[in-house]
């Protein structure tokens, strides 16, 4: 990274530079810094047309962004807040290696809060805002590894017991424990966001930040100045996530969005950036993104040599160094600072002529002075029209000394020994004796100390404890039956997508008068694909600034209209943006007590595949909603080959504990799942969410078959009966989304062709039936006295005589992890292997999946049975034009 500050550029006489910068400074004390900013900003206006070249810098020299003359004075009582984060520091680390004495291995970070606690401590003293009746608070995303300072403070609030700070990372000890890091499904009275997969917090925030704006501009919820407040680490800024959407932020001017980057300048194992510097590269990367850049590089102690400095030397020295080289300089000596940083000029020597090498050796950087923390929040808060990220600077593992303080190991630290606590204890001032310390007792001083009273008086100034996950809203009162009766009614011959009958759903549901307004549709540019461009006529597409210009269609009927109080969330090319969206939207009961109703609708296979670690935080953070995988199905999706075709989505959803996953055929069934979906998330409050794969391959929406509503949200119910059933060749079809049609082709070739009656199911669910049979072996299993239950696969197939043929879109697992519930054995037809781009009649071919090929297995099951002969076998596979010898598509 540049530091473009020189003072000694091209022979350019010393005398000379002092004289600009002397007129500089005079402009600057006359009329103020706007006015030097004008003025420098035209001299370079000037320079360009004059022909000079001006390298581009998006970065401001290695110093303070706040200067000292314009530092707030520091509102609180430092000495105190100083013994309190002391204490905190303590009962973290005492947290870490109780647990690690008690269980090895148990593992616990020491090093990241150890770093942070200032920038923590300055937040929860003067910033953070809890949540009241009157004000909805600011949200705090918590870097993950800094949980044990949040927990430690939690402590001594009184909010959190010794026995539970004693079970850190031992939750299922009795009386519970403390997760590992912030997850709102293990604590959900405590954290508010999960954060500790590296990247995934700073872009959740950013669309937490610009939904809060959604909400106020829709008319929702009322406009505060709330903050969305995110700590990440330096290392963290690596993951692509990080930096991904914060161009989102500068657009949208998202000036309720503060990031603090705790540039410790290292990650796990070492240096972030050991050749460069992680700060000036963050900085030119947000300043790049046109954001509010405030860097805390140097502590107050530092303020008077710059002072002294009136040539620009230290500067121009600070920028020189590279991270390794600090990392190495903050926890030397004095004497080894004055010698390697001050000594690279006898004029820089000079400056600190008058200190000793013990003040040398306590020069703090910006991020462990409150004064200097302080200065940057204010100065965040208040800024208008931008967000701001401050970069600080710290140590890590600040305070361990020998046990790890800058050290490339300190992140895994996590041990100390007899000397190592005592020193920290003294360090730090606990109030332990040398034998007591070594036990590394929690310490909560007397609840009329003054330390408590402080911290519980600055937190009621703040409204109430940070951080705190309620749930406030109310339960919706309808049961929507109206809303979703019609598309029981089945699409009278006409060929429909489940596709566009999803989005006449969902055009419903936005007319709707208890949900309409909540509903939330989230689109990462693909809503024509999925034929959802009348919605942006009429329910708008979201704009924070309306629409600035005639759209080019402005002639049409669905014209591209942005709105202030557009409904639409079109995201752009980006799922994992739209998660975010999806992720505020769905958790918004909780964040803002609003029962928003988001329907993210994408490609499916960019979904599940493509950003499942976020899925997994929304799971964690109990996030309600529906996902619609678009085009799904690897044969359904015609044409657009390997990368596009999804036969994988519903295996991959599998593991997410909470969220439902179906794979409906119908249109009744749709709206079966997503009116049963709305009472079981809005009504019961249950914290699950949906994943519904939608298909583009038209054809005619039956009507329901009677009440089969039970069958549909389990996971399986009899769509038609065999018309023979005295047949003595029976079968059991099973077929789900759009394959379930070929599987009713099958059906009637089996019929017409070779006497075969087969009864189809339609399983909607592979997910909900392996739950159910997982969950009723592990009840049998634990009541060995009682009468065992039955899986519901078994009890659908009790009475259903004849060979089972399960076919399906996606990968042969799916029917085959039921088949051990089944009264037979079950051969699956699935697309395991990579798509092509082929019609769908050939795609079905190559994965063997269509009618052809479901006849094929159910006859080959009658032959394995010894129910039909072999010749009836050869000749169907002539007769039915299956190559026998064609590649097999799930190693081609
Ligand atoms: C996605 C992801 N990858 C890897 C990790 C493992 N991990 C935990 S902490 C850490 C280093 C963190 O460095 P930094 O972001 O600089 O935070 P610091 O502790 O230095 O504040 C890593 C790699 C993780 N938590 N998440
Ligand atoms: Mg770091």
Redesign the pocket.
């Known amino acids: 990274m540049d530091n473009e500050i020189s003072t000694q550029p091209h022979g350019m006489e010393d005398v000379e530079i002092q004289e600009w910068l002397e007129s500089l400074d005079s402009v600057l004390e006359s009329s103020g810094p706007e006015v030097a900013a004008e003025i420098l900003e035209r001299l370079r206006a000037h320079a360009t047309v004059n022909g000079i070249d001006l390298p581009f810098s998006a970065n401001t020299p290695y110093a303070n962004t706040i200067p000292v003359r314009l530092q707030p004075l520091f509102p609180g009582d430092q000495e105190l807040e100083r013994r309190i984060k002391s204490l905190i520091r303590w009962n973290a680390l005492a947290m870490v290696v109780r647990a690690n004495r008690v269980e090895h291995n148990i593992g616990g970070?020491i090093?990241?809060y150890a770093?942070?606690a200032t920038l923590y401590e300055v937040g929860f003293n003067h910033f953070f805002r809890a949540r009241t009746e009157e004000f909805e608070g600011d949200t705090v995303y918590f870097?993950?590894?800094?949980s044990p300072g949040i927990y430690a403070r939690a402590f001594l609030e009184g909010r959190l017991s010794a026995q539970k700070l004693e079970n850190f990372r031992r939750e299922l000890k009795p009386g519970g424990g403390l997760s590992s890091y912030p997850h709102p499904w293990l604590m959900p009275d405590f954290w508010e966001f999960p954060t500790?997969?590296?990247?995934?917090s700073p872009l959740m925030a950013i669309y937490q930040a610009r939904f809060n704006r959604y909400l106020e501009d829709r008319g929702l919820k009322s406009a505060t100045d709330a903050k969305v407040w995110t700590f990440?680490?330096?290392?963290?800024?690596d993951?692509p996530e990080s930096l991904g959407a914060i161009t989102l932020a500068s657009r949208e001017k998202l000036d309720n969005l503060i990031f603090v980057v705790?540039c410790?300048l290292?990650?796990?194992d070492g240096p972030?950036r050991g050749n460069g510097q992680i700060i000036q590269e963050l900085e030119s990367a947000f300043r790049g993104a046109r954001w509010n850049v405030i860097k805390v590089l140097w502590g107050s102690e530092w303020d008077p040599i710059f002072e002294r400095d009136t040539e620009g030397l230290l500067v121009k020295r600070m920028g020189e160094l590279v991270d390794g080289e600090y990392q190495k300089l903050v926890v030397s000596s004095g004497a080894y600072v004055r010698e390697h940083f001050f000594g690279s000029d006898p004029r820089l020597l000079k400056l600190v002529e008058p200190m000793s090498d013990e003040s040398l050796r306590r020069l703090r950087l910006g991020g462990h002075d409150p004064r200097k923390v302080y200065a940057a929040y204010k100065a965040a808060v208040e800024h208008k029209g931008s967000p701001t990220v401050i970069l600080a600077r710290t140590i890590?593992g600040y305070g361990l000394g020998e046990a790890g303080e800058g050290k490339n190991v300190t992140?895994q630290q996590k041990k100390l020994n007899e000397d190592e606590l005592r020193e920290f204890r003294s360090r730090f001032g606990i109030p332990l004796n040398d034998e007591d310390c070594i036990e590394v007792p929690f310490y909560r001083p007397p609840e009329d100390s003054v330390e408590i009273q402080y911290l519980r008086a600055r937190r009621e100034a703040l409204g109430g404890y940070v951080p705190k996950r309620s749930v406030r809203t109310k339960p919706l009162a309808a049961d929507h039956d109206e809303l979703f009766k019609e598309f029981h009614e089945g699409s009278d011959g006409r060929e429909v997508s489940t596709t566009m009958a999803f989005v006449g759903m969902l055009r419903k549901m936005l007319k709707d008068p208890e949900i309409g307004k909540l509903v939330v549709p989230i689109v990462p540019d693909e809503a024509r694909t999925f034929g959802m461009e009348s919605l942006f006529r009429t329910a708008g597409i979201y704009s924070s600034v309306g629409q600035k210009y005639e759209p080019v269609d402005v002639n049409t009927l669905l014209y591209y209209k942005e709105a202030k109080d557009g409904q639409i969330l079109e995201e752009g090319i980006t799922e994992a943006g739209s998660m975010g969206s999806f992720i505020a939207a769905g958790s918004a009961y909780a964040t803002h007590g609003i029962n928003t109703i988001p329907f993210f609708i994408y490609y499916s296979m960019f979904g599940f595949q493509r950003i499942a670690?976020f899925i997994w935080a929304a799971a964690d953070m109990r996030t309600r909603g529906f996902m619609l995988g678009g085009t799904a199905g690897r044969t359904t999706l015609s044409g657009e080959g390997l990368q596009h075709q999804d036969g994988n989505s519903h295996v991959l959803a599998l593991p997410v504990p909470n969220n439902k996953a179906y794979d409906p055929a119908f249109a009744y069934e749709i709206a079966v799942i997503i009116q049963d979906g709305i009472r079981r998330m809005y009504k019961e409050g249950e914290n699950i969410f949906y994943y519904i794969t939608v298909m583009n391959e038209p054809y005619a929406m039956p009507p329901m078959p009677g009440d089969v509503k039970g069958g549909i949200l389990r996971g399986m119910y009899r769509f038609r009966h065999a018309t023979n059933p005295k047949s003595k060749l029976r079968a059991q079809l099973f077929g789900s989304g759009a394959i379930l049609n070929e599987v009713l082709r099958a059906q009637e070739i089996l019929e017409t062709k070779y006497s075969v009656a087969a009864d189809v199911w339609s399983v909607t669910s592979y997910k909900e039936l392996y739950s159910d049979g997982i969950e009723t072996e592990r009840w049998n299993r634990l009541h060995p006295g009682e009468k065992p239950r039955t899986p519901y696969v078994a009890k659908c197939l009790s009475d259903a005589p004849g060979v089972l043929v399960a076919a399906s879109d996606y990968l042969k697992t799916l029917p085959n992890m039921i088949s051990k519930w089944m009264p037979r054995r079950l051969a699956s037809l699935g697309t395991d292997g990579f798509g092509r781009s082929e019609g769908r009649a050939a795609l079905r071919d190559f994965f063997e999946v269509d009618s052809r090929f479901i006849t094929l297995a159910t006859l080959h099951e009658l032959f394995a049975d010894g129910k039909i002969e072999r010749s009836v076998l050869d000749k169907a596979i002539k007769d039915l034009g299956i190559n026998a010898d064609k590649p097999n598509p799930v190693t081609s």
Not at 143 to 146: E, F, L, P
Not at 196 to 200: C, D, I, Q, R, T
């Open positions: 970070h090093s990241t770093s942070a870097q993950g590894h800094a500790v997969s590296m990247g995934l990440l680490g330096d290392g963290e800024t993951e705790n410790n290292q990650r796990l972030v890590k992140h670690d």
